[in-house]
Protein backbone atom coordinates (compact mmCIF):
# COMPACT_ATOMS: atom_id res chain seq x y z
CA UNK A 1 0.00 0.00 0.00
CA UNK A 2 1.42 3.19 -0.83
CA UNK A 3 -0.38 6.72 0.12
CA UNK A 4 0.24 10.04 -1.72
CA UNK A 5 0.12 13.58 -0.15
CA UNK A 6 0.38 16.35 -2.72
CA UNK A 7 1.83 20.08 -1.38
CA UNK A 8 2.92 23.32 -2.91
CA UNK A 9 -0.06 24.33 -4.83
CA UNK A 10 -1.89 27.47 -4.38
CA UNK A 11 -2.53 30.96 -6.19
CA UNK A 12 0.01 32.23 -8.65
CA UNK A 13 0.00 35.00 -11.90
CA UNK A 14 0.53 34.06 -14.79
CA UNK A 15 4.13 33.36 -15.87
CA UNK A 16 4.83 32.79 -12.38
CA UNK A 17 6.01 29.45 -10.50
CA UNK A 18 5.38 26.95 -8.36
CA UNK A 19 6.75 23.54 -7.07
CA UNK A 20 4.47 20.79 -6.57
CA UNK A 21 5.74 17.60 -3.93
CA UNK A 22 3.99 14.26 -4.32
CA UNK A 23 5.53 12.37 -0.83
CA UNK A 24 4.85 8.55 -0.44
CA UNK A 25 5.18 6.42 2.14
CA UNK A 26 6.33 2.79 1.89
CA UNK A 27 9.08 1.39 1.14
CA UNK A 28 9.07 0.68 -2.45
CA UNK A 29 8.75 3.91 -3.53
CA UNK A 30 11.95 3.42 -5.60
CA UNK A 31 10.31 0.89 -7.85
CA UNK A 32 7.35 3.03 -8.55
CA UNK A 33 6.45 5.12 -11.97
CA UNK A 34 5.10 8.55 -11.26
CA UNK A 35 2.84 10.74 -13.59
CA UNK A 36 1.46 14.36 -12.37
CA UNK A 37 -2.35 14.49 -14.11
CA UNK A 38 -4.29 17.34 -13.44
CA UNK A 39 -8.08 18.19 -13.62
CA UNK A 40 -9.87 21.68 -13.82
CA UNK A 41 -13.89 22.54 -13.24
CA UNK A 42 -16.06 20.27 -15.62
CA UNK A 43 -12.84 18.73 -17.27
CA UNK A 44 -11.52 15.21 -17.90
CA UNK A 45 -8.30 14.58 -15.77
CA UNK A 46 -5.66 14.90 -17.69
CA UNK A 47 -2.13 13.40 -18.20
CA UNK A 48 0.72 16.30 -17.51
CA UNK A 49 4.06 14.56 -16.76
CA UNK A 50 5.34 10.82 -16.04
CA UNK A 51 8.79 9.54 -14.77
CA UNK A 52 9.82 6.25 -14.60
CA UNK A 53 11.22 4.34 -11.68
CA UNK A 54 14.59 5.13 -12.39
CA UNK A 55 13.86 8.79 -13.45
CA UNK A 56 15.50 8.37 -16.53
CA UNK A 57 12.71 8.07 -19.02
CA UNK A 58 10.20 11.26 -18.83
CA UNK A 59 6.60 12.16 -20.52
CA UNK A 60 4.97 15.71 -20.62
CA UNK A 61 1.80 16.44 -22.24
CA UNK A 62 3.15 18.84 -25.43
CA UNK A 63 1.09 21.91 -23.57
CA UNK A 64 3.55 22.42 -20.88
CA UNK A 65 7.13 21.06 -22.45
CA UNK A 66 9.85 23.29 -22.33
CA UNK A 67 7.90 24.49 -19.05
CA UNK A 68 7.51 21.91 -16.64
CA UNK A 69 9.99 19.39 -15.20
CA UNK A 70 8.95 16.12 -13.62
CA UNK A 71 12.15 14.56 -11.06
CA UNK A 72 11.93 11.87 -8.45
CA UNK A 73 14.07 11.67 -5.07
CA UNK A 74 14.24 8.09 -4.18
CA UNK A 75 15.90 8.82 -1.10
CA UNK A 76 13.16 11.43 0.02
CA UNK A 77 10.13 9.45 -1.56
CA UNK A 78 9.29 12.31 -3.43
CA UNK A 79 8.00 13.30 -6.44
CA UNK A 80 8.15 16.62 -7.88
CA UNK A 81 6.55 18.85 -10.54
CA UNK A 82 8.75 22.27 -11.13
CA UNK A 83 6.38 24.27 -13.12
CA UNK A 84 7.15 27.67 -14.93
CA UNK A 85 5.83 29.91 -16.95
CA UNK A 86 2.47 28.95 -15.90
CA UNK A 87 -0.52 30.15 -17.82
CA UNK A 88 -4.51 30.48 -16.86
CA UNK A 89 -5.15 27.67 -18.35
CA UNK A 90 -2.88 25.24 -15.78
CA UNK A 91 -5.79 26.16 -13.85
CA UNK A 92 -6.45 22.93 -12.34
CA UNK A 93 -6.40 20.34 -9.38
CA UNK A 94 -3.11 18.60 -9.67
CA UNK A 95 -2.77 15.02 -8.31
CA UNK A 96 0.17 12.82 -8.48
CA UNK A 97 -0.28 9.05 -9.09
CA UNK A 98 1.96 5.83 -8.55
CA UNK A 99 2.23 3.18 -10.86
CA UNK A 100 3.62 -0.12 -9.76
CA UNK A 101 4.86 -1.42 -12.97
CA UNK A 102 7.64 1.29 -12.64
CA UNK A 103 6.46 2.89 -16.09
CA UNK A 104 5.80 5.97 -17.57
CA UNK A 105 1.62 5.79 -17.98
CA UNK A 106 0.74 8.59 -19.86
CA UNK A 107 -3.76 7.54 -19.11
CA UNK A 108 -4.91 7.41 -15.39
CA UNK A 109 -5.87 3.16 -15.69
CA UNK A 110 -2.03 2.22 -15.24
CA UNK A 111 -1.98 3.79 -11.50
CA UNK A 112 -2.40 2.17 -8.51
CA UNK A 113 -2.18 4.88 -6.14
CA UNK A 114 -3.04 8.41 -6.14
CA UNK A 115 -2.76 11.43 -3.91
CA UNK A 116 -5.80 13.68 -3.16
CA UNK A 117 -4.75 16.52 -4.96
CA UNK A 118 -3.84 20.53 -4.61
CA UNK A 119 -5.30 23.05 -5.55
CA UNK A 120 -3.27 25.31 -8.27
CA UNK A 121 -4.93 28.90 -9.71
CA UNK A 122 -3.21 31.00 -12.31
CA UNK A 123 -4.46 34.05 -12.42
CA UNK A 124 -3.83 36.49 -15.57
Known amino acids: QVQLVESGGGLVQAGGSLRLSCAASGRTFSTYGMGWFRQAPGKEREFVAA????????YYVDSVKGRFTISKDNAKNTVYLQMNSLKPEGTAVYYC?????????????????WGQGTQVTVSS
Open 97 to 113: AADSLGLCATSPSPYDY
Open 51 to 58: ISWHGRNT
